[in-house]
């Protein structure tokens, strides 16, 4: 395929050899198909990150590797590259590795790969597994710091965490459906497959602020272990059944989900009085202009990101400072006051 970049920079953003590059440029054969599609990735990395290319000076090599739906990975990429040519005063060149819920032993060989072939630093969004914490380790052992984002490995030896204090947005959301609600509703509280600790920070924060504003208020918590919007349509459908008090829904997902929530209400003939989730993707962004979220709860991905970049600067002494965590603030969108950029994007 036509480019403009030589041999050795697309083997340091794919991450291979030269010879391995060489060989799928010439099509000589004896190259897994897996291999040639890393290739052609890289060249499309370095087409969006032309900029950056160009640019000379110390240049950090930054893996993103992410666990999320592809709505949410496309979003943390868009954002990242959104950042690279503001990032100064080095120069930063990402290498992407996103994927929906793969297995936990996938995640972590994909963190030892990155080990063995070197990185200057990780952005990390996993579960909180030990096999993921033991990946972290010896990445931490291999001189590269990993940055957390969005949701926590408290327990591993990342650097620093970026992203929504998860806490305090769980507290918002129950301060929010008690305003909304009468007392003697329920709410639903949907979430994924539990192995997150950012979602755990979240019920976390929305159980202890509800029993402390509405004791008597009954949360009836539903976990989607599949990622399906049919299957979580279902399972919305049956809790609905088998309580006639629920009136209001808290979504802890990080992505997608609402509309098959939103959905089982319709089907089931009943009212949502009041509907709060997370992050303003474009599902989200239409279904809270069309009336049927209450308010999202969002924060700023790209400063996120930004940080993320800061961190592994002052990690190897090209920033001043010492590494720290980040918390973003809680913005709370309503249809009326939807943040410029996400307009934008949109």
């Not at 600790?197 to 918590?221: H, I, K």
Request: proline residues 6%.
């Amino acid at each position: 395929m036509p480019h403009p970049y030589p041999i050795r920079e697309i083997a340091r953003q794919a991450g291979l050899s030269e010879a391995t590059v060489d060989r799928v440029l010439n099509r000589r054969g004896g190259v897994r198909q897996s291999t040639v599609q890393e290739v052609h990735r890289a060249i499309a990395d370095l087409d969006r990150q032309r900029s950056q290319v160009r640019l000379t000076g110390r240049t950090f090599f930054l893996d993103l590797v992410v666990d999320a739906p592809d709505r949410f990975s496309a979003a943390v990429r868009a954002a990242l590259e959104s950042q690279l040519p503001l990032v100064r005063p080095a120069t930063f060149r990402a290498r992407f590795h996103l994927a929906d819920a793969p297995p936990v032993p996938e995640l972590a060989a994909t963190l030892d790969g990155i080990a063995r072939r070197g990185s200057q630093g990780v952005v990390l969004k996993a579960p909180d597994s030990p096999l993921v914490v033991g990946a972290v380790e010896r990445l931490a052992e291999a001189g590269i710091p990993v940055v957390t984002l969005v949701t926590d490995l408290p327990t591993s030896r990342r650097v620093a965490y970026v992203g929504l204090d998860n806490r305090a947005a769980g507290a918002t959301a129950a301060y929010l459906l008690d305003q909304w609600l009468p007392a003697d509703a329920a709410v639903l509280v949907t979430r994924g497959t539990g192995t997150f600790r950012g979602e755990d920070d979240r019920e976390m924060g929305f159980r202890a602020t509800t029993r402390s504003l509405r004791p008597g208020r009954r949360q009836v918590d539903l976990v989607d272990a599949t990622g399906e919007d049919d299957v979580l349509r279902g399972l919305v459908r049956d809790a609905l059944a088998a309580d006639p008090g629920i009136a209001g829904v808290y979504s802890m997902y990080a992505a997608g989900g609402n509309a098959a929530t939103v959905g089982a209400f319709a089907d089931a003939g009943r009212a949502c009085r009041a509907f709060v989730a997370h992050d303003l993707d474009a599902e989200n962004l239409a279904l809270l202009r069309a009336g049927r979220l209450s308010a999202v709860l969002h924060h700023d991905l790209a400063l996120d990101l930004r940080r993320a970049c800061h961190v592994v600067m002052q990690a190897h002494g090209a920033l001043p400072g010492t590494p720290r965590s980040w918390h973003s603030g809680v913005q709370v969108v309503t249809p009326y006051n939807v943040p410029v950029e996400v307009l934008r994007a949109s």
